[in-house]
């Protein structure tokens, strides 16, 4: 019987328009940093990422984590115990202060309306150009630094992280080391020690850029205002370029009485000037990127050992680190182990359909449109593609190479850069529950190390 309606088809999706990064305008402050200039019409906050090249990688001897203490202290301003005012200071033009270091730099953000942004580039300018870094002031950071230090500890995740670079890379690299230095570096750091540091930056390396609707303001010349003339002494050491080095081995973190191991597989990779990156980091989502992933679908839906498995690559400015992880429960380790060795041996033997390579493209390519939709995540990047040396139009030239990429492609670069019989596994969890069973395995001889 006839119900009188006209149905039309039911719509469905059509393909995701390609998608480019916006462009960025490269220019440099006279005798001063280089700028990236990025217009985002409609984004009426101004983002303004100050990227200077003293990360811990550069830190001199025996001063580990001077960088991250130099940059926390930054935001106490210029004069000592200032911090609060300096934050009421910028809180009054709608702006936001924010500062952090890692391996490859020491980063400034601010956050400033758009129509503020001279007034708020005068005042940043008066903290990156005469910090106090006083001594007070350091020394309350330091105690700030090592409460944080023993909540670091006692998260198996991050103590998971901290020991794959402790065990794949050799002690003299810096990259071995945790990037906010230890217990024992931090309580030695002095206010002198970070005003040194600071002043040894070199402002000419540095790359300060804008993003937002830069179209009523001229952003060259408030950086030019803000940035002229700042100098420093120079002589920070050179950050070194140890690779981390690949090899079967299980090291056990003991955490006795734990109800669960935190898992963790590492492999060194190159870094992301690589042509095969793109293909390795597709090569990563297949493997973890999602609920559906082949680790996830494994140890998570079909077995239960676990509420979620990823993987991903680690930058660094010199190398990458191929990384899957997650917690396990405490009795099924070893099988947890096993099934995610065979996963990850999977992408070689197995190869990869053309169903999940596309899904997986898909997913790290249309969702670049949202992922940068704001002026701080376009800041953001550029300023991490300028940490790393990287142009500004690596991030349309990466996702232009992950939509080229074939599953033949991925394997081959999977292959090429990624060796499951040398991958470290890193279990922090109670050793005597979980040792015998992951020697047992005979993937590689265990080890076990106290947990700090």
């Known amino acids: ?39 985002l019409p409609g984004r009426r906050l101004a983002a303004v990422r100050l990227v200077l090249h003293a990360g811990a990688g550069r830190e001199p001897n025996d001063l580990d984590g001077v960088a991250t203490l130099a940059a926390r202290a930054l935001l106490e301003g210029t004069e000592p115990g200032g911090g609060t005012a300096l934050t009421a200071a910028f809180e009054r033009l709608g702006a936001s202060l924010y500062a952090s270091a890692d391996l490859t730099a020491l980063r400034i953000a601010l956050d400033v309306p758009v ?16 910090p106090a870094l006083d001594d007070a002031d350091v020394r309350r950071l330091v105690r700030e630094r090592l409460e944080e230090i023993a909540q670091e500890d006692a998260d198996p995740g991050t103590r998971a992280m901290r020991e794959v670079r402790a065990v794949m890379f050799p002690a003299r690299a810096r990259a071995s080391r945790p990037t906010g230095g230890s217990r024992a570096s931090v309580d030695a750091l002095q206010g002198s020690d970070v005003r040194d540091f600071y002043a ?3 402002p000419a390396e540095a790359t300060a850029v804008v993003a937002g609707d830069l179209s009523g303001a001229d952003a060259d010349a408030a950086l030019t205002a803000a940035l002229t003339g700042w100098a420093g002494t120079g002589g920070l050491p050179t950050a070194d370029r140890i690779m981390p ?41 297949v493997l973890g990127g999602g609920l559906t992933s082949r680790l996830n679908a494994v140890l998570r839906e079909e077995k239960g050992y676990t509420y979620g498995m990823r993987a991903g690559l680690l930058r660094m400015r010199h190398c990458g680190v191929f990384i899957a992880q997650g917690a396990v429960h405490t009795e099924v380790t070893a099988d947890a182990v096993t099934d995610a060795l065979t996963e990850l041996r999977g992408i ?37 593609v300028s940490a790393s040396g990287l142009g500004a139009d690596y991030p349309s030239a990466y996702l232009a190479a992950v939509r080229a990429s074939t599953p033949d492609g991925v394997v081959h670069a999977y292959r090429e850069h990624i060796d499951p019989e040398a991958l470290t596994v890193i279990a922090v969890g109670d050793a005597a529950q979980i040792r015998e069973p992951l020697e047992k395995l005979g993937y590689a001889p265990v080890t076990i190390t106290a947990k700090e």
């Open 1 to 39: 019987m006839s119900t009188g309606l006209n149905l039309q088809p039911r719509p469905v999706p059509g393909p995701v328009p390609a998608w480019a990064f916006p462009a960025a305008t490269a220019g440099r402050v006279p005798a001063g940093p280089g700028t990236l200039r990025c217009d």
């Open 115 to 130: 129509t503020r942004l001279n007034e708020a580039l005068d005042l940043f300018s008066s903290v990156v150009r005469r």
């Open 200 to 202: 040894s930056v070199v």
């Open 245 to 285: 080095e690949s090899a079967a081995r299980i090291v056990v973190v003991d955490r006795p009485g734990s109800v669960q191991t935190y898992l963790a597989f590492g492999h060194g990779v190159p870094d992301r000037s690589h042509h095969d990156w793109p293909s390795l980091t597709v090569a990563s989502h």
């Open 348 to 384: 070689v033997s197995r190869g990869i359909d053309a169903d999940e390579h596309g899904a997986s493209v898909r997913a790290l390519a249309d969702r670049a449109p949202a992922e940068y939709e704001t002026a701080r995540a376009v800041a953001a990047e550029l300023a991490d």
